[in-house]
């Protein structure tokens, strides 16, 4: 968080999906607790959208909350996935015009 606590940014952390049933809750909820016991910023909110797409979830986000970057966390994918399916960063790209921040996941500090 030291990036956006430099700017006293407000962070959303929006995690799309194509539903939102009892176990898919459970987990986003498990995540945000997880998250919460070892990040402490004030300015942290969670979201959990249901689209089909990737992109349709974040440009449903930006229509209720206009934002001035996006940072995205890339993780490693099959091969064979990663021909034959564009990856999320890739998509975005074609339906906003807010500048992107692509990076690889960063473990939780121990705590």
Known sequence: MGFASSFEAEVHVVHVSD???MEANIKF??????????????????KHIKAERFS????QFLDEYPASLITITRYKKAFLRTVLWA???QELTYHTTV????????????G
Not at 56 to 59: F, R
């Open 87 to 89: 990856n999320k960063a």
């Open 29 to 46: 909820r498990g995540f945000c607790d997880l998250v919460q016991e070892h990040i402490k910023y004030p300015k942290l909110h969670f």
């Open 99 to 110: 500048p992107m921040l692509v990076q690889m996941p960063v473990p939780l500090p121990n």
């Open 19 to 21: 539903h939102k049933g």
């Open 56 to 59: 349709q979830g974040i440009s």
